[in-house]
């Protein structure tokens, strides 16, 4: 009986801990950004995790002003014939991976947002730790320098 409950105890004590897993985020909402514009726009994700869970993701650019990248239509237009994605359908998708996928994301970038593509892995790795953390500070990531 008594090593019944000592498996018991410990195969409880295994699950609580999740076996060593990655530790859990933290509930709260968690932002990181580029350091620099690139191209007039600067990239942001934004995530609320809720039950150490990542319930809701906002990938975008914004310009000097504040003005989103996804509302700018003459922007898609631009965009769309040239690179045949644009970006409030790529924010979506990329956004989308990472409720999907909750941490470690390896997103295939859609062509023609290949440098937002990577960007968002940087800035998801960067506020999934600020999450685990319990840090709620904005987080800057270095941009590459462009060529």
């Keep these: ?11 409880a004590s295994l699950l ?3 076996c060593g897993s990655r530790s859990e985020m933290k509930d709260g909402f968690y932002t990181a950004e580029m ?10 994700v ?6 150490g869970k990542i319930v809701s993701v906002e990938f975008n650019a914004k310009d000097p002003s504040g003005y ?3 509302w700018d239509n003459n922007y898609m237009k631009n965009m769309l014939p040239v690179s045949g994605t ?3 359908e790529y924010t979506r998708y990329y956004a989308s991976e990472l409720i999907e996928q909750q941490a470690d994301i390896k997103v295939d970038a859609l062509s023609g947002a290949t440098n937002s ?3 968002f ?4 790795a960067a506020v999934i730790k600020q999450a685990t953390k319990g840090d709620s500070q904005t987080v800057i990531v270095e941009s590459e320098a462009e060529e």
């Excluded at 009986?1 to 195969?11: A, E, G, S």
């Excluded at 892995?121 to 998801?124: D, E, G, I, Q, R």
């Design 1 to 11: 009986m008594k090593r019944k409950l000592l498996f018991l105890f410990l195969t």
């Design 16 to 18: 609580l801990s999740g």
């Design 35 to 44: 350091s620099d514009y690139s191209f007039g726009w600067k990239e942001y």
């Design 46 to 51: 934004c995530i609320m995790v809720k039950s």
């Design 68 to 70: 989103i990248k996804a």
């Design 86 to 88: 644009y970006p409030n």
């Design 117 to 119: 593509g990577n960007n």
């Design 121 to 124: 892995a940087k800035l998801s």
